[in-house]
């Protein structure tokens, strides 16, 4: 194959490891939905006070722990606590307003520690069962090239290639979470999960191109010029897709509001690493595991 595949490739797992070793370093953030507490979004209606006022004001308040506060809009604060019942609620909400003036709360919400648990393990869950279903997906469609390659090392070539789609996202929001508190919440879990199907479409309008070409060709080319050939013939679809894909997801990062900005964010580096992978990741280890069979 081509020699910018090669150094693509290289490039592509390089990065994958930075972003393991980034994640096994600093590790993940996990929000209120997975280690349990509460989030309380307010709006102020005149100015916006000090962050440390409003630290000192909540942490004043019996029940109110591991308080951390961050900006939202122009008049708004985001506060991210532990588990708290409604009476602690109100108190807060109670003292904001008498220390500040007029407050509006536009989002509450209070997880327990064991459901955010239980949440945590069946996201993992969920995704372990994605993968499993993708290999035995692409190698049902792609029954038909055995004869060229196992549609099992097209599956294991698509996972490979979704699996970097995903640790790229999560390696940057571990620095994110490290530097400047941003928390993996549920809403990150419904982005993988995007981001692996969107990646996996990808990967099959290239297989799928291949099938036809090995179908069509046989073997009267080498496989690595088929599949160059078939890369070739999908690229422009294939970039057209995600940039159009790419423009509406950075309209929603910054214009979408706080609740799904770091959704986006997610979807917009997934996307991204999504849309070379399967021509730099997966068609490289195509090509590879050809060589392995014919030798």
């Not at 980034?22 to 996990?30: D, E, Q």
């Not at 939905?33 to 409003?54: C, H, Q, S, W, Y």
């Not at 979704?162 to 979470?177: E, K, M, R, T």
């Amino acid at each position: 194959m081509k020699p910018v595949y090669k150094i693509m490739f290289f490039i592509s797992m390089a990065l994958t490891v930075t972003a393991i070793i980034v994640t096994a370093v600093f590790g993940l953030r996990f929000g209120v939905d997975f280690r349990g507490g509460a989030v309380m979004e307010i709006v102020f209606k005149e100015n916006r006070p000090p962050t440390a006022e409003l630290s000192g004001v909540i942490g004043a308040i019996s029940g109110a722990k591991d308080i951390n506060i961050s900006p939202v809009g122009e008049r708004g604060i985001l506060i991210r606590l532990n588990s708290i019942d409604e009476q602690t609620h109100q108190n807060i909400l109670d003292k904001i307003s008498d220390k500040f003036g007029e407050i509006n709360e536009s989002r509450f919400d209070s997880i327990g520690p064991t459901i955010g648990k239980e949440l945590r393990s069946k996201s993992v869950t969920a995704i372990i069962i994605m993968l499993a279903a993708i290999i035995a997906y692409v190698a049902f469609v792609f029954r038909k090239i055995s004869r060229a390659l196992s549609p099992w090392a097209m599956g294991l070539a698509a996972i490979i290639a979704l699996i970097h789609d995903i640790v790229i996202p999560v390696g940057v929001f571990a620095l994110l979470g490290y530097y400047f508190g941003i928390e993996i919440t549920a809403i990150f879990v419904a982005a993988a999960l995007t981001i692996l199907g969107y990646s996996l479409s990808d990967s099959v309008v290239v297989f799928d191109r291949i099938r036809e070409n090995v179908l069509r060709l046989g073997s009267s080319q080498g496989f690595g010029e088929l599949v160059h050939k078939s890369i070739m013939q999908t690229l422009v679809r294939s970039l057209n897709t995600t940039f159009t894909t790419l423009l509406a997801l950075i309209a929603i990062f910054f214009f979408g509001g706080e609740s799904i900005k770091y959704f986006a964010l997610a979807l917009i580096i997934g996307i991204f690493s999504g849309a070379y992978s399967s021509i730099f990741v997966a068609s490289p280890i195509l090509v590879w595991l050809s060589g392995k069979r014919s030798g």
